[in-house]
């Protein structure tokens, strides 16, 4: 068993790139029960976890800056990577405020299934029938015989990827108007009651995720010298993720570097994701790799050139 370091573990630092087939341990865990997933003796010395905090938040309603004393709540899944035995987390930050967009001039909703759409203000009625409502049809002809309305609300910021998050892990069905992943009791949620997701890890034991491995650098400066260094931090895209059962998928399109995803006529989730990382314009930032999880080489990080993205097996710009 090889761990991730981080501030929490104090394990030897190794840095992990690439996509990476995960199985869910646990959520949000205890400082004894993170030390029975780390195989770590217990200390007295370390605080518990404290995953909820009261912060002050922005944000823009209408043109105008919104100040609010609220929650912030972090939701850790401790994941291990299946071929590897690396163990890390994917951390998602949700702050209790409306996700409006940076002007203000629209508020994203979440629905049932965890899909979100954007509405013009807070008008209900700018969202999409493909967002609102379940089309139902005809077993056997298969054609539309009547809809059924989805279940929707204001999201909140960052649940969108914790929804993403679960919505792959579990495979839901987005076609079927019994599906429903949303945490129905908020008050308890956002005082960081994980009692509505937790059981979800041993249901979901024998299931898998795809996750975007990368490696975050940031300037500081050293105390002692007063010079800048480049320190690196192991990372997580939170915002794609695919079902572990892709990864078949992902194996015979990585051979030709995912030139043919585009077209191919099945795989949806794969190609959302796969677009999703590597989008040039709003994909991962971090470094990363266009290949199967794998440990960090710094020769090939182009973080400070054209992209921070190389491509499978090579250390060439994407």
Not at 95 to 116: E, R, V
Request: hydrophobic fraction near 35%; proline fraction near 3%.
């Amino acid at each position: 068993m090889r761990i991730i370091q981080n501030a929490e573990t104090g394990f030897e630092r190794k840095l992990y790139v690439g996509t990476g087939e995960v199985k869910v341990l646990a959520v949000n865990p205890t400082q004894k029960d993170l030390d029975i997933i780390l195989g770590r003796d217990p200390s007295e010395d370390r605080q518990e976890l404290e995953y909820v905090k009261e912060v002050e938040a922005k944000y823009t309603k209408e043109g105008e800056e919104v100040t609010v004393n609220t929650t912030r709540l972090f939701v850790d899944f401790w994941v291990e990577e299946v071929k590897t035995d690396v163990i890390t987390k994917i951390r998602f930050m949700l702050t209790n405020i409306p996700a409006y967009n940076k002007d203000g001039s629209k508020l994203q909703f979440i629905n049932q299934i965890g899909q979100t759409g954007w509405a013009i203000g807070e008008d209900e009625s700018t969202l999409g029938d493909w967002f609102t409502e379940f089309k139902i049809n005809d077993r056997i002809t298969k054609k539309q015989i009547g809809t059924e309305p989805k279940v929707f609300r204001p999201c909140m910021r960052g649940e969108a990827d914790l929804y993403e998050f679960i919505a792959k892990w579990t495979n839901l069905n987005i076609w079927d108007h019994q599906s429903y992943i949303l945490v129905e009791n908020t008050k308890k949620f956002w005082k960081g009651n994980m009692a509505e997701i937790e059981p979800l890890v041993p249901m979901m034991e024998d299931k898998t995720i795809l996750a975007q491995f990368g490696v975050r650098s940031q300037l500081k400066t050293d105390s002692d010298t007063g010079e800048e260094v480049t320190v690196e931090y192991q990372s997580v895209y939170t915002r794609n993720f695919a079902p572990g059962n892709n990864i078949k998928d992902f194996n015979f399109h990585k051979q030709t570097r995912f030139e043919n995803l585009a077209s191919a006529k099945y795989c949806y989730d794969l190609k959302k994701f796969i677009s999703g990382v590597f989008d040039e314009e709003y994909g991962f930032k971090d470094f990363t790799v266009k290949d199967y999880f794998q440990e960090y080489n710094p020769e090939d990080n182009v973080l400070n050139n054209e992209s921070a993205v190389t491509g499978s097996q090579t250390s060439m710009s994407y």
